[in-house]
Every structure is written in C-alpha cells, then in structure tokens.
C-alpha cells in the first residue's frame, strides 16, 4: 500500500510540477506528459493495477481519501490556471469555466490508469497523443 501511494503521490507531483510550468505550455501537453509518465512507470512496476488498490483503499481510509482530495485539489487549480490562460488567448473556447474544463481533463488520467490495469497498456498506449491532439 505504501509504495502505491508513494507511486500516485510522485504521479500526481509530476503533473502539478508540468501543469506549473512557464506560460505558454498548453494543458493537453502537461496531461500528455503526465499520461507518458504513467505508460512508463506502468511497463516498470505496475503502476496501474498499483493505483486500483489504493484507489479501492481510499473508500476505506478518510486519511487516504484526505489524501487524495488534497492533491487533485491542488492538481485541479494548477490545471485550471493553465486552462484559463489559453481561453483568454482563445486556444481553448470559453463560456464553460477553466476549473470545469480541468475538472474533466483530469478524468482522463484515472481513466486511462483503469483501462492499462485491466485491459493493459495497448489499449491506451496512444492516449497521450489523442490528449495533445484535443487539447492542443
């Protein structure tokens, strides 16, 4: 348990740290990153399935859960702040609030860590690709 949380806390790091980036980066990029992390720390130690335990943990543990709410919380506003750059430059369309186009671009990462754990890594081996092709 400790080391798939430490798995999905170093997950979680790497895409606050890509979504903090300069500005200028897009969100399809830093999420396209932080998929290709997870592709690639997958093929190593199972990260996937590793993720699918803690998250099942989670529903048990409120320190866990805690966890969790704190670090998408974080994640989220990163993201949104990303998101709401580019809609002022009219990368991305407006009308819908930046936090709720984060909210859904997350998703796409538990997502993909659920279809790699149980239908392994082909079926979402060009997920980082289609983020960037979304999400320019």
């Known amino acids: 348990m400790a080391i798939a949380e430490e798995n999905t806390r170093e997950v979680l790091a790497m895409m606050h740290a890509a979504t903090a980036q300069p500005p200028g980066r897009s969100a399809g990029a830093a999420l396209a990153d932080a998929l290709e992390v997870i592709l690639a720390r997958d093929s190593r130690d199972g990260l996937g399935g590793l993720a699918l335990l803690v998250w099942a943990e989670a529903l048990r543990s409120p320190g866990l859960a805690a966890q969790f709410r704190d670090l998408f919380a974080r994640l989220r506003a990163d993201l949104a702040t990303v998101v709401r750059e580019q809609q002022r430059g009219d990368e991305l369309p407006g009308g819908v609030s930046a936090e709720a186009v984060?909210?859904?671009?997350l998703s796409v990462v538990p997502g993909c860590m659920l279809q790699l754990a149980l239908t392994g890594p082909e079926a979402v081996s060009e997920?980082?690709?289609?983020?960037r092709a979304l999400w320019p």
């Open 102 to 105: 984060a909210t859904v671009m």
């Open 127 to 131: 997920a980082p690709r289609a983020v």
